[in-house]
Protein backbone atom coordinates (compact mmCIF):
# COMPACT_ATOMS: atom_id res chain seq x y z
CA UNK A 1 0.00 0.00 0.00
CA UNK A 2 2.51 2.41 1.17
CA UNK A 3 4.55 1.71 -2.17
CA UNK A 4 1.90 2.28 -3.99
CA UNK A 5 1.31 5.69 -2.71
CA UNK A 6 4.96 6.63 -3.17
CA UNK A 7 4.77 6.14 -6.79
CA UNK A 8 2.17 7.85 -7.07
CA UNK A 9 3.45 10.76 -5.50
CA UNK A 10 6.98 10.32 -7.36
CA UNK A 11 4.39 10.61 -10.79
CA UNK A 12 2.79 13.30 -10.04
CA UNK A 13 6.15 14.89 -8.65
CA UNK A 14 7.59 14.16 -12.49
CA UNK A 15 4.96 15.56 -14.40
CA UNK A 16 4.59 18.87 -12.57
CA UNK A 17 8.36 18.94 -13.02
CA UNK A 18 8.42 18.54 -16.57
CA UNK A 19 5.56 20.94 -17.13
CA UNK A 20 6.47 23.60 -15.69
CA UNK A 21 10.49 23.35 -16.21
CA UNK A 22 11.12 21.44 -19.20
CA UNK A 23 9.16 22.97 -21.67
CA UNK A 24 11.97 25.94 -22.52
CA UNK A 25 14.16 23.11 -24.20
CA UNK A 26 11.11 21.30 -26.51
CA UNK A 27 9.24 21.15 -29.59
CA UNK A 28 7.75 24.81 -30.06
CA UNK A 29 5.75 24.46 -32.84
CA UNK A 30 5.80 27.80 -35.34
CA UNK A 31 3.76 26.59 -38.56
CA UNK A 32 1.45 24.29 -40.19
CA UNK A 33 1.24 24.10 -43.72
CA UNK A 34 -0.50 22.11 -46.49
CA UNK A 35 1.65 21.08 -50.36
CA UNK A 36 -0.42 22.22 -52.94
CA UNK A 37 -1.15 18.25 -53.66
CA UNK A 38 -2.77 18.34 -50.41
CA UNK A 39 -1.10 15.15 -49.75
CA UNK A 40 1.46 16.07 -46.81
CA UNK A 41 1.08 18.70 -43.66
CA UNK A 42 4.13 19.97 -42.43
CA UNK A 43 4.44 20.74 -39.02
CA UNK A 44 7.62 23.14 -38.02
CA UNK A 45 8.92 24.24 -35.07
CA UNK A 46 12.02 25.04 -32.92
CA UNK A 47 13.60 21.97 -30.83
CA UNK A 48 16.81 23.80 -29.47
CA UNK A 49 18.31 20.86 -28.19
CA UNK A 50 17.61 18.70 -30.62
CA UNK A 51 15.58 16.10 -28.60
CA UNK A 52 13.80 13.54 -30.33
CA UNK A 53 9.97 14.09 -30.75
CA UNK A 54 7.74 12.01 -29.22
CA UNK A 55 4.55 10.52 -30.85
CA UNK A 56 1.81 8.36 -29.99
CA UNK A 57 -1.05 6.83 -32.21
CA UNK A 58 -3.89 5.82 -31.82
CA UNK A 59 -7.45 5.52 -33.91
CA UNK A 60 -11.43 6.80 -32.78
CA UNK A 61 -14.17 4.73 -34.56
CA UNK A 62 -17.60 7.03 -35.49
CA UNK A 63 -16.44 9.07 -37.31
CA UNK A 64 -13.30 7.54 -38.08
CA UNK A 65 -10.14 9.35 -36.71
CA UNK A 66 -6.40 8.93 -36.69
CA UNK A 67 -5.08 10.57 -33.73
CA UNK A 68 -1.53 11.53 -33.17
CA UNK A 69 -0.24 13.22 -29.60
CA UNK A 70 3.36 14.66 -30.06
CA UNK A 71 4.85 14.80 -26.36
CA UNK A 72 6.84 18.00 -24.69
CA UNK A 73 4.88 20.14 -27.34
CA UNK A 74 3.15 23.41 -27.97
CA UNK A 75 1.63 25.37 -30.34
CA UNK A 76 2.26 28.62 -30.29
CA UNK A 77 -0.86 29.24 -32.26
CA UNK A 78 -4.38 28.51 -30.40
CA UNK A 79 -6.37 26.18 -33.21
CA UNK A 80 -5.98 24.98 -36.44
CA UNK A 81 -8.20 23.10 -38.77
CA UNK A 82 -8.32 22.47 -42.29
CA UNK A 83 -10.42 20.58 -44.74
CA UNK A 84 -8.95 18.77 -47.39
CA UNK A 85 -9.61 17.57 -51.20
CA UNK A 86 -7.57 14.60 -50.86
CA UNK A 87 -8.89 10.65 -51.39
CA UNK A 88 -7.79 9.66 -47.37
CA UNK A 89 -8.21 12.14 -45.51
CA UNK A 90 -11.04 15.42 -45.52
CA UNK A 91 -10.05 17.41 -42.31
CA UNK A 92 -7.22 17.93 -40.50
CA UNK A 93 -7.43 19.37 -36.70
CA UNK A 94 -4.13 20.92 -34.87
CA UNK A 95 -5.08 21.97 -30.86
CA UNK A 96 -3.40 22.73 -27.83
CA UNK A 97 -4.60 18.77 -26.26
CA UNK A 98 -3.12 19.30 -23.02
CA UNK A 99 -0.47 21.88 -21.30
CA UNK A 100 0.33 19.25 -17.79
CA UNK A 101 1.96 17.63 -19.70
CA UNK A 102 2.44 20.30 -22.86
CA UNK A 103 0.56 17.91 -25.74
CA UNK A 104 -0.60 18.60 -29.11
CA UNK A 105 -2.85 16.46 -30.96
CA UNK A 106 -3.60 16.23 -34.16
CA UNK A 107 -6.58 14.31 -35.24
CA UNK A 108 -7.33 13.30 -38.88
CA UNK A 109 -10.76 12.64 -40.14
CA UNK A 110 -10.46 9.80 -42.37
CA UNK A 111 -12.55 7.92 -45.29
CA UNK A 112 -12.08 4.17 -44.41
CA UNK A 113 -9.25 1.91 -42.88
CA UNK A 114 -7.15 1.58 -45.84
CA UNK A 115 -7.13 5.49 -45.48
CA UNK A 116 -6.23 5.79 -41.93
CA UNK A 117 -3.58 2.95 -42.89
CA UNK A 118 -2.01 5.36 -44.80
CA UNK A 119 -1.37 7.99 -42.96
CA UNK A 120 2.47 7.97 -42.12
CA UNK A 121 4.34 10.84 -40.12
CA UNK A 122 8.12 11.30 -40.70
CA UNK A 123 9.79 12.92 -37.62
CA UNK A 124 12.73 15.09 -37.77
CA UNK A 125 14.34 17.56 -35.11
CA UNK A 126 12.36 20.48 -35.48
CA UNK A 127 9.55 19.36 -38.16
CA UNK A 128 7.39 16.12 -38.26
CA UNK A 129 6.08 15.68 -42.18
CA UNK A 130 2.82 13.60 -42.51
CA UNK A 131 2.46 11.84 -45.72
CA UNK A 132 -1.36 11.68 -46.52
CA UNK A 133 -1.77 8.66 -48.47
CA UNK A 134 -0.07 9.73 -51.62
CA UNK A 135 0.74 6.02 -52.87
CA UNK A 136 3.96 7.75 -54.63
CA UNK A 137 7.23 8.21 -53.04
CA UNK A 138 6.29 11.69 -51.61
CA UNK A 139 9.74 14.05 -51.87
CA UNK A 140 10.32 15.68 -48.70
CA UNK A 141 10.13 19.40 -48.78
CA UNK A 142 11.02 19.60 -44.69
CA UNK A 143 14.99 20.65 -44.80
CA UNK A 144 15.78 21.81 -48.60
CA UNK A 145 18.38 24.73 -47.74
CA UNK A 146 18.47 25.44 -51.42
CA UNK A 147 16.04 25.25 -53.92
CA UNK A 148 16.19 26.77 -57.55
CA UNK A 149 12.55 28.85 -58.23
CA UNK A 150 11.86 30.15 -61.25
CA UNK A 151 12.48 33.76 -60.65
CA UNK A 152 16.64 32.52 -61.02
CA UNK A 153 18.71 35.06 -62.58
CA UNK A 154 19.53 32.88 -65.57
CA UNK A 155 16.09 33.12 -66.51
CA UNK A 156 14.97 36.03 -67.92
CA UNK A 157 13.76 35.41 -71.60
CA UNK A 158 10.21 34.41 -71.65
CA UNK A 159 11.28 31.36 -72.91
CA UNK A 160 13.18 29.13 -70.98
CA UNK A 161 15.54 27.74 -73.38
CA UNK A 162 17.41 25.15 -70.38
CA UNK A 163 14.28 23.14 -70.91
CA UNK A 164 13.86 19.93 -73.01
CA UNK A 165 10.35 19.90 -74.24
CA UNK A 166 9.37 15.82 -75.49
CA UNK A 167 7.49 17.54 -78.51
CA UNK A 168 8.99 21.30 -80.19
CA UNK A 169 6.41 22.90 -82.14
CA UNK A 170 8.58 24.80 -84.84
CA UNK A 171 7.30 27.98 -86.35
CA UNK A 172 9.02 29.69 -89.18
CA UNK A 173 9.11 34.02 -89.46
CA UNK A 174 8.71 34.58 -93.03
CA UNK A 175 8.82 38.25 -91.94
CA UNK A 176 5.18 38.70 -92.36
CA UNK A 177 3.12 40.38 -90.08
CA UNK A 178 2.84 37.60 -86.94
CA UNK A 179 -0.38 36.98 -85.60
CA UNK A 180 -1.36 36.24 -81.46
CA UNK A 181 -1.57 32.35 -81.83
CA UNK A 182 1.94 32.45 -83.62
CA UNK A 183 3.70 33.53 -81.01
CA UNK A 184 5.32 31.75 -78.09
CA UNK A 185 3.74 31.17 -74.92
CA UNK A 186 5.04 32.42 -72.10
CA UNK A 187 6.03 29.30 -70.58
CA UNK A 188 8.13 30.87 -67.60
CA UNK A 189 6.72 32.92 -65.88
CA UNK A 190 7.21 33.14 -62.01
CA UNK A 191 3.57 34.33 -59.91
CA UNK A 192 4.40 35.78 -56.63
CA UNK A 193 2.17 34.37 -54.41
CA UNK A 194 0.07 35.81 -51.37
CA UNK A 195 2.05 37.52 -48.18
CA UNK A 196 2.08 35.10 -45.49
CA UNK A 197 -0.74 36.16 -42.94
CA UNK A 198 0.74 37.37 -39.51
CA UNK A 199 0.23 34.85 -36.69
CA UNK A 200 -0.65 31.82 -38.75
CA UNK A 201 -3.89 31.11 -37.52
CA UNK A 202 -5.27 29.46 -40.92
CA UNK A 203 -3.20 26.49 -42.38
CA UNK A 204 -1.97 28.26 -45.45
CA UNK A 205 -2.25 26.44 -48.51
CA UNK A 206 -0.49 26.95 -50.99
CA UNK A 207 2.01 25.77 -54.05
CA UNK A 208 4.85 25.48 -51.73
CA UNK A 209 5.51 25.83 -47.99
CA UNK A 210 5.92 29.55 -46.93
CA UNK A 211 8.02 31.37 -44.78
CA UNK A 212 10.31 28.24 -43.40
CA UNK A 213 12.36 30.85 -41.99
CA UNK A 214 12.22 33.99 -39.84
CA UNK A 215 14.77 36.04 -39.89
CA UNK A 216 14.94 37.23 -35.86
CA UNK A 217 17.96 39.28 -35.31
CA UNK A 218 20.87 40.54 -37.47
CA UNK A 219 24.29 41.69 -35.62
CA UNK A 220 27.72 42.45 -37.23
CA UNK A 221 30.86 41.18 -35.07
CA UNK A 222 33.76 43.44 -37.51
CA UNK A 223 33.56 42.38 -40.85
CA UNK A 224 30.98 39.71 -40.98
CA UNK A 225 27.19 39.62 -40.52
CA UNK A 226 25.21 37.21 -38.98
CA UNK A 227 21.84 36.97 -39.67
CA UNK A 228 19.77 34.73 -36.86
CA UNK A 229 16.36 32.97 -37.23
CA UNK A 230 13.81 30.51 -36.86
CA UNK A 231 13.32 27.21 -39.06
CA UNK A 232 15.39 26.54 -41.78
CA UNK A 233 16.99 28.91 -44.00
CA UNK A 234 16.84 28.22 -47.53
CA UNK A 235 19.21 30.13 -49.66
CA UNK A 236 19.30 30.71 -53.72
CA UNK A 237 22.74 31.16 -55.23
CA UNK A 238 24.45 34.40 -54.41
CA UNK A 239 25.09 36.80 -57.20
CA UNK A 240 26.69 39.72 -57.70
CA UNK A 241 25.50 43.37 -58.94
CA UNK A 242 27.84 46.38 -60.40
CA UNK A 243 26.99 49.71 -60.25
CA UNK A 244 27.60 50.13 -57.24
CA UNK A 245 29.40 46.75 -56.52
CA UNK A 246 26.57 44.51 -54.45
CA UNK A 247 27.00 40.94 -53.15
CA UNK A 248 23.20 39.40 -52.75
CA UNK A 249 21.61 36.82 -51.14
CA UNK A 250 18.35 36.03 -51.71
CA UNK A 251 16.63 34.17 -48.89
CA UNK A 252 13.54 32.38 -50.49
CA UNK A 253 10.29 31.37 -48.23
CA UNK A 254 11.78 33.71 -45.55
CA UNK A 255 10.28 36.57 -44.18
CA UNK A 256 11.71 39.48 -41.53
CA UNK A 257 10.10 39.00 -38.53
CA UNK A 258 9.96 42.96 -37.38
CA UNK A 259 10.29 45.67 -39.41
CA UNK A 260 13.16 47.61 -37.33
CA UNK A 261 15.55 44.72 -38.93
CA UNK A 262 14.89 46.67 -42.80
CA UNK A 263 17.71 48.71 -41.78
CA UNK A 264 21.47 49.62 -43.21
CA UNK A 265 24.12 48.37 -41.11
CA UNK A 266 28.02 49.67 -41.76
CA UNK A 267 30.35 47.32 -41.08
CA UNK A 268 34.11 48.12 -40.16
CA UNK A 269 35.76 47.96 -43.15
CA UNK A 270 33.28 50.43 -44.36
CA UNK A 271 30.92 48.39 -46.40
CA UNK A 272 27.14 48.50 -46.02
CA UNK A 273 24.56 46.11 -45.79
CA UNK A 274 20.97 46.36 -45.87
CA UNK A 275 18.23 43.60 -44.86
CA UNK A 276 14.86 43.54 -45.83
CA UNK A 277 11.71 41.62 -47.86
CA UNK A 278 12.50 41.24 -51.93
CA UNK A 279 8.83 40.44 -51.91
CA UNK A 280 6.38 38.30 -50.31
CA UNK A 281 8.44 35.39 -50.18
CA UNK A 282 12.11 36.28 -50.29
CA UNK A 283 14.20 38.08 -47.70
CA UNK A 284 17.16 39.67 -49.29
CA UNK A 285 20.74 41.23 -47.43
CA UNK A 286 22.45 43.36 -50.15
CA UNK A 287 26.00 44.19 -49.22
CA UNK A 288 27.58 47.25 -50.68
CA UNK A 289 31.11 46.46 -51.47
CA UNK A 290 34.07 48.13 -52.80
CA UNK A 291 35.47 44.68 -52.97
CA UNK A 292 33.56 43.30 -55.75
CA UNK A 293 32.05 39.50 -55.32
CA UNK A 294 34.43 38.44 -52.18
CA UNK A 295 31.49 37.54 -49.90
CA UNK A 296 30.48 34.13 -48.92
CA UNK A 297 26.90 33.42 -47.44
CA UNK A 298 27.75 30.38 -44.99
CA UNK A 299 25.22 28.14 -43.70
CA UNK A 300 25.41 27.10 -40.48
CA UNK A 301 25.15 23.04 -39.75
CA UNK A 302 21.56 23.49 -38.19
CA UNK A 303 20.62 25.96 -40.99
CA UNK A 304 19.29 28.61 -38.67
CA UNK A 305 22.17 31.16 -39.22
CA UNK A 306 23.46 32.50 -42.36
CA UNK A 307 27.05 34.24 -42.21
CA UNK A 308 27.90 36.59 -44.89
CA UNK A 309 31.56 37.07 -44.36
CA UNK A 310 34.55 38.00 -46.80
CA UNK A 311 36.95 35.32 -44.77
CA UNK A 312 36.81 31.68 -45.66
CA UNK A 313 37.75 30.93 -42.11
CA UNK A 314 35.31 29.02 -39.64
CA UNK A 315 35.94 28.49 -36.41
CA UNK A 316 34.34 24.89 -36.18
CA UNK A 317 35.57 21.25 -35.59
CA UNK A 318 36.89 19.50 -38.37
CA UNK A 319 34.84 17.04 -40.56
CA UNK A 320 35.90 14.25 -42.75
CA UNK A 321 33.65 13.09 -45.99
CA UNK A 322 32.95 9.27 -44.96
CA UNK A 323 30.55 8.46 -47.92
CA UNK A 324 29.15 9.48 -51.41
CA UNK A 325 26.17 7.44 -52.22
CA UNK A 326 23.38 8.21 -55.75
CA UNK A 327 20.02 7.03 -56.01
CA UNK A 328 18.91 7.00 -59.14
CA UNK A 329 14.64 8.07 -59.43
CA UNK A 330 14.43 7.93 -63.28
CA UNK A 331 16.15 9.23 -66.49
CA UNK A 332 15.58 12.67 -65.93
CA UNK A 333 16.54 12.80 -61.76
CA UNK A 334 18.40 11.61 -59.11
CA UNK A 335 19.52 12.16 -55.82
CA UNK A 336 23.50 12.38 -54.73
CA UNK A 337 24.09 12.02 -50.95
CA UNK A 338 27.37 13.14 -48.97
CA UNK A 339 27.71 12.51 -45.22
CA UNK A 340 30.11 13.50 -43.15
CA UNK A 341 31.38 12.34 -39.59
CA UNK A 342 31.18 16.23 -38.28
CA UNK A 343 28.44 18.91 -39.07
CA UNK A 344 29.58 21.05 -42.04
CA UNK A 345 29.82 24.76 -42.33
CA UNK A 346 28.89 25.43 -45.87
CA UNK A 347 27.94 27.79 -49.12
CA UNK A 348 26.08 26.53 -52.16
CA UNK A 349 26.44 28.08 -55.52
CA UNK A 350 24.63 27.51 -59.17
CA UNK A 351 25.51 28.24 -62.55
CA UNK A 352 24.09 26.95 -65.84
CA UNK A 353 26.39 23.85 -65.60
CA UNK A 354 27.60 23.49 -62.58
CA UNK A 355 26.74 23.27 -58.39
CA UNK A 356 29.71 24.39 -56.45
CA UNK A 357 29.82 23.50 -52.73
CA UNK A 358 32.05 25.64 -50.52
CA UNK A 359 32.99 23.74 -47.48
CA UNK A 360 34.50 25.52 -44.91
CA UNK A 361 35.60 22.69 -41.89
CA UNK A 362 36.27 19.92 -44.01
CA UNK A 363 39.48 17.80 -44.56
CA UNK A 364 41.00 16.71 -47.85
CA UNK A 365 38.78 14.10 -49.19
CA UNK A 366 39.50 10.77 -49.48
CA UNK A 367 39.49 10.40 -53.81
CA UNK A 368 38.13 6.81 -53.43
CA UNK A 369 35.19 7.99 -50.94
CA UNK A 370 34.91 10.70 -53.63
CA UNK A 371 34.77 8.65 -56.71
CA UNK A 372 32.79 6.04 -55.68
CA UNK A 373 29.44 6.19 -56.55
CA UNK A 374 26.93 5.13 -59.34
CA UNK A 375 27.22 7.47 -62.49
CA UNK A 376 23.61 8.41 -63.20
CA UNK A 377 22.25 10.92 -65.86
CA UNK A 378 22.44 13.82 -63.80
CA UNK A 379 25.27 12.57 -61.38
CA UNK A 380 28.93 12.31 -63.08
CA UNK A 381 31.42 13.36 -61.22
CA UNK A 382 32.73 15.43 -58.27
CA UNK A 383 36.20 17.53 -58.36
CA UNK A 384 37.20 19.00 -55.09
CA UNK A 385 39.93 21.50 -54.77
CA UNK A 386 41.29 22.81 -51.40
CA UNK A 387 40.18 26.76 -50.47
CA UNK A 388 43.10 29.11 -50.97
CA UNK A 389 44.69 29.92 -47.88
CA UNK A 390 42.70 27.55 -45.44
CA UNK A 391 43.70 24.47 -43.90
CA UNK A 392 41.05 22.37 -43.81
CA UNK A 393 38.44 24.44 -46.59
CA UNK A 394 37.27 22.19 -50.00
CA UNK A 395 34.87 23.59 -52.95
CA UNK A 396 32.93 20.69 -54.82
CA UNK A 397 32.47 20.98 -57.92
CA UNK A 398 29.60 18.84 -59.53
CA UNK A 399 28.76 19.35 -63.16
CA UNK A 400 24.98 19.29 -64.36
CA UNK A 401 23.19 19.77 -67.23
CA UNK A 402 21.63 22.96 -67.86
CA UNK A 403 18.26 22.19 -67.93
CA UNK A 404 18.54 20.47 -64.39
CA UNK A 405 17.08 22.38 -61.36
CA UNK A 406 18.59 21.73 -57.79
CA UNK A 407 17.12 21.46 -54.53
CA UNK A 408 19.46 20.77 -52.01
CA UNK A 409 18.75 19.64 -48.31
CA UNK A 410 20.55 19.35 -45.05
CA UNK A 411 19.89 17.06 -42.25
CA UNK A 412 19.23 18.83 -39.08
CA UNK A 413 22.53 17.22 -37.52
CA UNK A 414 24.24 18.79 -40.22
CA UNK A 415 26.08 15.55 -41.36
CA UNK A 416 24.55 15.11 -44.59
CA UNK A 417 23.97 16.77 -47.71
CA UNK A 418 21.34 15.57 -50.37
CA UNK A 419 21.38 16.68 -53.94
CA UNK A 420 18.60 16.20 -56.04
CA UNK A 421 18.86 17.28 -59.81
CA UNK A 422 15.42 16.88 -61.84
CA UNK A 423 15.74 18.15 -65.51
CA UNK A 424 13.13 20.81 -66.64
CA UNK A 425 11.23 18.42 -68.98
CA UNK A 426 8.22 19.97 -70.63
CA UNK A 427 6.08 18.12 -72.83
CA UNK A 428 5.10 21.08 -75.66
CA UNK A 429 7.03 23.97 -76.41
CA UNK A 430 7.03 26.31 -79.68
CA UNK A 431 10.21 28.57 -80.72
CA UNK A 432 10.11 30.39 -84.11
CA UNK A 433 12.64 30.43 -86.51
CA UNK A 434 13.36 33.34 -89.35
CA UNK A 435 12.85 32.01 -92.84
CA UNK A 436 16.14 31.44 -94.67
CA UNK A 437 17.95 30.05 -91.82
CA UNK A 438 20.57 27.59 -92.40
CA UNK A 439 22.79 24.91 -91.13
CA UNK A 440 25.68 23.08 -92.17
CA UNK A 441 25.84 19.26 -91.64
CA UNK A 442 29.39 17.79 -91.73
CA UNK A 443 29.21 13.78 -91.79
CA UNK A 444 32.27 12.69 -89.95
CA UNK A 445 35.44 11.16 -92.22
CA UNK A 446 34.81 9.46 -96.01
CA UNK A 447 36.34 8.37 -98.54
CA UNK A 448 39.95 6.76 -98.01
CA UNK A 449 39.24 7.97 -94.29
CA UNK A 450 37.06 5.23 -92.18
CA UNK A 451 37.14 7.04 -89.21
CA UNK A 452 37.33 4.17 -86.59
CA UNK A 453 36.35 0.59 -87.35
CA UNK A 454 35.14 -2.19 -85.68
CA UNK A 455 33.33 -6.00 -86.57
CA UNK A 456 32.99 -4.52 -90.52
CA UNK A 457 30.68 -1.35 -89.13
CA UNK A 458 32.84 1.93 -90.54
CA UNK A 459 32.46 5.36 -88.86
CA UNK A 460 32.33 7.02 -92.11
CA UNK A 461 29.14 5.16 -93.29
CA UNK A 462 27.27 5.76 -89.84
CA UNK A 463 28.19 9.64 -89.87
CA UNK A 464 26.40 9.53 -93.36
CA UNK A 465 23.61 8.38 -92.81
CA UNK A 466 23.02 9.90 -89.60
CA UNK A 467 23.85 13.06 -91.36
CA UNK A 468 21.19 12.41 -94.24
CA UNK A 469 18.76 11.38 -91.61
CA UNK A 470 19.49 14.81 -89.84
CA UNK A 471 18.94 17.07 -92.92
CA UNK A 472 15.93 15.62 -93.50
CA UNK A 473 14.54 16.31 -90.52
CA UNK A 474 15.56 19.75 -90.14
CA UNK A 475 14.45 20.31 -93.74
CA UNK A 476 10.84 19.29 -92.12
CA UNK A 477 11.04 22.51 -90.48
CA UNK A 478 11.99 25.06 -92.85
CA UNK A 479 15.76 25.13 -92.14
CA UNK A 480 18.03 25.53 -95.13
CA UNK A 481 20.37 22.56 -94.82
CA UNK A 482 24.08 22.56 -96.61
CA UNK A 483 25.77 19.00 -96.62
CA UNK A 484 30.13 19.37 -96.68
CA UNK A 485 29.35 15.88 -97.97
CA UNK A 486 26.63 13.85 -99.05
CA UNK A 487 28.12 10.49 -100.61
CA UNK A 488 31.17 8.31 -99.39
CA UNK A 489 34.06 10.55 -100.62
CA UNK A 490 37.17 11.79 -98.95
CA UNK A 491 37.35 15.69 -97.76
CA UNK A 492 39.94 17.26 -95.84
CA UNK A 493 39.38 19.27 -92.58
CA UNK A 494 40.10 21.89 -94.09
CA UNK A 495 37.62 22.04 -96.69
CA UNK A 496 34.92 21.12 -94.07
CA UNK A 497 35.86 24.51 -92.89
CA UNK A 498 35.75 26.69 -95.92
CA UNK A 499 32.24 25.02 -97.20
CA UNK A 500 30.55 26.43 -93.81
CA UNK A 501 32.73 29.69 -93.65
CA UNK A 502 31.65 30.45 -97.40
CA UNK A 503 28.25 30.12 -96.72
CA UNK A 504 28.12 31.87 -92.96
CA UNK A 505 25.41 29.57 -91.90
CA UNK A 506 23.49 30.08 -88.74
CA UNK A 507 25.21 26.51 -87.09
CA UNK A 508 27.54 23.69 -87.74
CA UNK A 509 27.69 20.37 -86.39
CA UNK A 510 29.83 17.75 -87.35
CA UNK A 511 28.67 14.27 -86.91
CA UNK A 512 31.00 11.53 -85.15
CA UNK A 513 31.32 8.23 -83.46
CA UNK A 514 33.91 7.37 -81.03
CA UNK A 515 36.61 4.95 -80.12
CA UNK A 516 38.64 4.10 -77.46
CA UNK A 517 40.71 0.78 -76.48
CA UNK A 518 38.64 -0.84 -73.76
CA UNK A 519 35.38 -1.85 -74.81
CA UNK A 520 33.27 -1.02 -72.02
CA UNK A 521 33.57 2.43 -72.01
CA UNK A 522 30.00 3.87 -73.88
CA UNK A 523 28.48 7.11 -73.70
CA UNK A 524 27.93 10.81 -75.57
CA UNK A 525 30.09 13.40 -75.92
CA UNK A 526 29.43 16.99 -77.38
CA UNK A 527 33.03 19.32 -78.00
CA UNK A 528 32.67 23.19 -78.72
CA UNK A 529 35.78 25.00 -78.72
CA UNK A 530 34.74 28.81 -79.55
CA UNK A 531 33.02 30.83 -77.20
CA UNK A 532 30.15 31.55 -79.51
CA UNK A 533 29.89 27.90 -79.60
CA UNK A 534 28.89 26.86 -76.05
CA UNK A 535 24.89 27.54 -76.03
CA UNK A 536 24.54 25.56 -79.39
CA UNK A 537 26.52 22.43 -77.28
CA UNK A 538 24.68 22.93 -74.48
CA UNK A 539 21.37 22.60 -75.91
CA UNK A 540 22.16 19.55 -78.43
CA UNK A 541 24.18 17.97 -75.41
CA UNK A 542 21.44 18.53 -73.50
CA UNK A 543 18.83 16.90 -75.81
CA UNK A 544 21.39 13.96 -76.84
CA UNK A 545 22.16 12.74 -72.93
CA UNK A 546 18.02 13.36 -71.96
CA UNK A 547 16.93 11.43 -75.10
CA UNK A 548 19.39 8.98 -75.59
CA UNK A 549 19.96 5.95 -72.57
CA UNK A 550 23.85 5.95 -72.51
CA UNK A 551 26.14 7.09 -69.92
CA UNK A 552 26.49 11.04 -70.15
CA UNK A 553 30.18 11.73 -70.72
CA UNK A 554 29.57 15.47 -70.66
CA UNK A 555 30.03 18.77 -72.38
CA UNK A 556 33.59 19.20 -73.25
CA UNK A 557 36.31 21.39 -75.20
CA UNK A 558 38.60 20.59 -77.75
CA UNK A 559 40.54 22.28 -79.78
CA UNK A 560 39.14 19.85 -83.00
CA UNK A 561 39.91 21.44 -86.46
CA UNK A 562 36.39 21.71 -87.64
CA UNK A 563 35.25 23.76 -84.59
CA UNK A 564 37.79 25.61 -84.26
CA UNK A 565 38.27 27.61 -87.96
CA UNK A 566 35.05 27.67 -88.71
CA UNK A 567 32.88 30.71 -87.78
CA UNK A 568 29.79 29.71 -86.96
CA UNK A 569 28.64 28.67 -83.65
CA UNK A 570 29.93 25.00 -84.20
CA UNK A 571 30.03 21.66 -82.38
CA UNK A 572 31.13 18.08 -82.69
CA UNK A 573 28.96 15.40 -81.72
CA UNK A 574 30.07 11.85 -80.26
CA UNK A 575 27.04 10.11 -80.54
CA UNK A 576 28.10 7.00 -78.97
CA UNK A 577 31.18 4.65 -79.00
CA UNK A 578 31.65 2.15 -82.07
CA UNK A 579 34.17 0.09 -79.74
CA UNK A 580 31.10 -1.07 -77.49
CA UNK A 581 29.90 -4.02 -78.60
CA UNK A 582 26.11 -3.07 -77.52
CA UNK A 583 26.58 0.51 -78.28
CA UNK A 584 27.83 -0.50 -81.74
CA UNK A 585 24.71 -2.85 -82.12
CA UNK A 586 22.96 -0.13 -80.90
CA UNK A 587 23.78 2.81 -83.19
CA UNK A 588 23.14 0.48 -86.24
CA UNK A 589 19.29 0.23 -85.41
CA UNK A 590 16.90 3.03 -86.71
CA UNK A 591 15.11 3.38 -83.53
CA UNK A 592 18.38 4.41 -81.77
CA UNK A 593 19.50 6.49 -85.06
CA UNK A 594 15.57 8.02 -85.21
CA UNK A 595 16.42 9.07 -81.49
CA UNK A 596 19.52 10.82 -82.07
CA UNK A 597 18.89 12.52 -85.02
CA UNK A 598 15.53 14.06 -82.97
CA UNK A 599 17.88 14.80 -80.61
CA UNK A 600 20.41 16.71 -82.36
CA UNK A 601 17.90 17.71 -84.48
CA UNK A 602 15.41 19.49 -81.64
CA UNK A 603 18.84 20.76 -79.98
CA UNK A 604 19.89 22.66 -83.22
CA UNK A 605 15.65 24.20 -83.53
CA UNK A 606 15.75 25.27 -79.81
CA UNK A 607 19.16 26.96 -80.39
CA UNK A 608 18.16 28.71 -83.59
CA UNK A 609 14.74 29.70 -82.08
CA UNK A 610 16.70 30.81 -79.31
CA UNK A 611 19.23 32.95 -81.39
CA UNK A 612 16.18 34.71 -83.65
CA UNK A 613 14.09 35.47 -80.21
CA UNK A 614 17.27 37.30 -78.83
CA UNK A 615 18.27 39.05 -82.26
CA UNK A 616 14.59 40.36 -82.81
CA UNK A 617 14.28 41.87 -79.08
ZN1 LIG B 1 35.41 10.69 -85.93
Redesign the pocket.
Known amino acids: MNLSWGRIFFSFFICLMLSTTAFAESFSIKSLSIDSTQKNLLIQGTNPNYQNIKLSRHVLSSPLRVIYDIYDAKLLNPKNSAVLNNPNVTEVRVAQFSTAPYVVRIVFYCKDDESAKRITPTVKSNSISFNLGSEKDNYDHSFFIFKEDQTSPDIQSNVDYTAFYTNLNVIVDDGKKKTEASKPQNLHVAKPSAAPEPGWIQIPISEEFLARYTIMDIETIQDKIVIKGKGIISVASPFVLSAPNRFVVDMPFSRVQKPDLNKTITLSNGDKVRLGAFDAQTARAVVETSNFGAYNAIISPNAETLTIQKSNIVNAPVSNLTEVQSINQNNYSSKLILKFDKAIHHSIYKTKDEIKLKFYNLATPNEQILANFDQTKQFRKITSTPIEGTKNGQIFSIPINPSAKATIELKPDGKELTIFLKENVQKQGTVIIKKGTTVVIDA??GGSDY??IRDDVN?KDLTLELSQKLRDYLQKYGVKVIMTRDKDETLSLQRRSEISNEINPNAFVSV??NSFTRSDVKGLETYWYQPQSKALGQIVHNYLTLSIDSPDRGLQTARFYVINHTNAPSILVEVGYISNPDERKEMQTSKRQKKTVKAIGDGILLYLGMMYEQQSK
Do not use: D
Open positions: GHGAEHI
